[in-house]
C-alpha cells in the first residue's frame, strides 16, 4: 500500500512537471485592452432657495438611493462641547419632528420599509435615505420633516447622552482605538478639533439649546448637495424636492474653519502604558500637506509601493522576511480642507517592538535614496488602472464621488485624470515624492504596550513623552466644600467607630463567597445575571457572570487580572482592576491611612437621618465613593459612586436593605442602584460565606 502511494505521488509531480512545461509562460501573456468605462450621465438641477440636486438614472431596480451633504461637521464643535454635531445628527434622526415623536416616526418608516439616517463627520453632515420608488414623495416629506424640523425631544436626548457615554467608557478597551485615537493628538496637538475627545463634560455641558442652534446654524437649503440615483428623472427628482423643500428660506451661518496648530511638544517618542498587553501597537508619522492634485497620481503610486498591499516594501520586509507582524501599512495622506499625515503603523510582540520600529525606519530611508524598480513601478500601476472600473460600479457609488468631488471643489472628471496621470508617473516622480513628503527627521513615534516587556528602552528611539490615557470621570452632581483639617479628623473619627464596632469582622475577614441574582438594565434592555464572587483577601478575587446562558469570567491576582469569555482570554486593564479595591469594606479596613475621609452635612433619606462621608484616596487620585451611615445603628445603607453599569453613565446610589449578620459582619442581601432617579442594577444575595474553603486555582492567570 505504501508503494502505491509512493508511486501515486510520484506520478502526480511528473505530471505537474509536464504541465508546467508544456504550458504557456505567463510573463509572456499578452491582454487586451480594457473595455471603456461608460459612465452614466450626471443631471443636475437647483431650487430657487440654493438646494443643489444631482441624479443618476438606473433602471435595474425600483429603488431609490439619496444622499444630502451638509458642510459642518465635527471639527467646528465648540471647545467645550465636543460631541455637539454628533449628537445633533444622532437627534435628528431619533428625536423626531414636530409632526412625529421619535418612536412615531419610526412606526412611519418601518411601515413603508423607508432606512434614513443622519451622522456627522469631520467636515460635513451626511443624511441618508433609501426607499421604494413608489413610496419616493413619502419618503422624502419625511425626510424633509428630520432636516428641517427635527423635536429634539428630552428623553431621546438622554437616550443619546447615555450611548455616548458607554462610547466614553469603552474607549480604552482595544489598544488599536488608543493608537489610533491618540496619534492624532501626537500630531495634531490634544488641544486640537482635528484631534478632539469626547469627555463626560462635554456632554454634561450640551443642552437642548445647544442642539437647536447647531442645526439651525448648518441645515439650511444653500448649505445642501443632494445626490438621488434610480429610476428617476431630474424633473421628477426636482418637483418632489421642490414640494417639501421650495418653501425653505432659512440659511446657514458657518463659522470660519480651524487652522492647524501642531503639537508643541519637543519629545519624538509617545509612549501609552498597558501593562496587560503582550504586544504593541505603533504609528509612526508626521503632519503632512493639504492635497495636492499634480502630485497626488505619483503619490497614490509610492503608497501602492511602499506601504499598502502584501507585496509592498513594508510588508515584504516587516511581515514576510522578519515575521514580525500580521499587519503593516499606511502612507502619504491629504486632505482637502486641513493638513493630513503621511503616517505608518504596525503592531508587533512586546519583545519585537524597537527591532520593527527600527526595519520600517530603514525601509523609508531606503526609499528616499532609490528608484523603485520598473517591476514595482508597473505593478503598482496595473493595480490601479484595473480597479478603475469598481469606482463606477453602482450608480449611487458614481453619485458619491461627484458629492465628494463637487463638496471639496475639485475638477470635474477628476478621477479619470488622476487615473490617466497615474500612467504616467515615472520612478524619478516616485523618488521626488518620497523626499519631498516623507521627512524621518520629523517623525513621532506612538507606541501602545506593556514597557517592561520591550526590546531595549524608549529612549533609544528619541525623548520620551508618556501618555495618560485615564477617563477623567463625570462631573460631580454637587459641589464638595473644600476640606479641612476639622472635617477630615470628624470624618476618620466616625468610620473608624464603624469598623471598632459594626464591621469589626472584616479585620479577621480571610475569605468571602457571595451568590446573587441581579437585572441589570442597559439600552439594549434588561437582563438577568447569576453572579458568583470569591474573594480571598487581601488582593484575590474571581467572578463568574453568566448572562443568557454565557458565562464571562474575571480573575484578578495582585495587580494583574484577565477576562475570560467563549473560550478566550484577554488581560484587564489595570485600572479595572484597581477599581474593584478602592472604597471596599476590607481595604478600608486594613488601610485607613491611605484613605481621606471628609464629613459632610448630614443627610435625611426617606425619614432616615445618616451621616454622610466623602472618601478619596490619600495620594490625591482622582477617585471618590461617598457614605451614609446610619445614626441609629451605625451600618453604611447607602453608597454613592461612578456607575459601572454598561451604557448608564453618571453617579449611581446603591441602597443596601434586608441586612443578615453573617459571622458578626452584617451584610446587605437586597440593594437597587439607580442613576439619575433610574434603576439600573436590582441585586438579590442568595448566600454568603464567610471564610469557608477556596480552591486557590480560581485565581490563575492564563
Partial sequence: MKRLMVIACIAGMIALNLAAASGPDINKLHYPELNPIHIPPIHKAELNNGLRLRVVRTDKLPLVDIRILVNGGSVLDPADKVGLASMTAGLMRIGGTEKWTGDELDLYLDRLGINMDAQAAGDYFSVTLSCLH??????????????????????KIEEMSTRLSSSIARRNDEPNGIASREFERVIYGKDSPFAAVLEYAH??????????????????PGNMLAGVSGPVDIAEVKAVFQRHFGDWSHQADLPDYPAVKPNPSQA??????????????IQIG???????????????????????????RLFSRVRTKMGLTYGVGGGIETEERHPGKTAFFTFTKSESTIKAIRAILEEIEKIRVEEVTADELSEAKNYFINSFVFQFSTPARILNNELSRESYGLPEGYLQRTMDAIKNVTAADVLAVARDFVHPDRFRILIVGNEAGLDGKLSEL???????????????????????????????????????TVYKGYRDLKSLRTVADMKMSMPQGTFDVNLETITRFPDKRYTAMTIMGMKMETVINRDKGIVRRMGQSQPLPREQVEAGQFGSMHHMASHMDAYRFQILEPATVDGTTYDVVYVTPADGKDKWRKFYFNRDNGRMEIQEQLSQ?????????????????????????????????????????????????????LFKLE
Avoid: W, Y
Avoid at 441602597?655 to 439607580?674: E, H, L, T
Fill in 134 to 155: 413608489k413610496d419616493l414623495d413619502a419618503a422624502v416629506a419625511a425626510l424633509a420633516q428630520m432636516v428641517r424640523s427635527p423635536r429634539f425631544a428630552e428623553d
Fill in 286 to 312: 508626521h503632519l503632512g500637506t493639504l492635497r495636492d492634485l499634480e502630485r497626488e497620481p505619483a503619490q497614490k503610486v509610492f503608497n501602492a509601493i511602499f506601504s499598502q498591499g502584501m507585496s509592498s
Fill in 645 to 697: 453599569v454598561p451604557g448608564n453613565a453618571g453617579v449611581a446610589r446603591e441602597i443596601n436593605s434586608d441586612f443578615r449578620v453573617v459571622s458578626g459582619i452584617p451584610f446587605a442581601f437586597k440593594s437597587i442602584s439607580k442613576v439619575k432617579d433610574k434603576t439600573v442594577a436590582e441585586v438579590t444575595v442568595k448566600s454568603v460565606e464567610v471564610n469557608g474553603p477556596v480552591d486557590d486555582s
Fill in 268 to 281: 519624538r517618542v509617545f509612549f501609552v502604558e498597558k501593562p496587560e498587553l503582550n504586544q504593541s501597537t
Fill in 462 to 500: 528619541g525623548q520620551v513623552e508618556k501618555i495618560d490615557i485615564t477617563i477623567p470621570p463625570p462631573p460631580m452632581e454637587e459641589t464638595i466644600p473644600a476640606a479641612t483639617p476639622e472635617s477630615l479628623a470628624k470624618g476618620a473619627a466616625l468610620v473608624k467607630k464603624a469598623f471598632d
Fill in 203 to 220: 456632554l454634561a455641558a450640551i443642552e437642548k439649546a445647544d442642539l437647536a442652534a447647531c442645526h439651525k446654524r448648518f441645515f439650511a
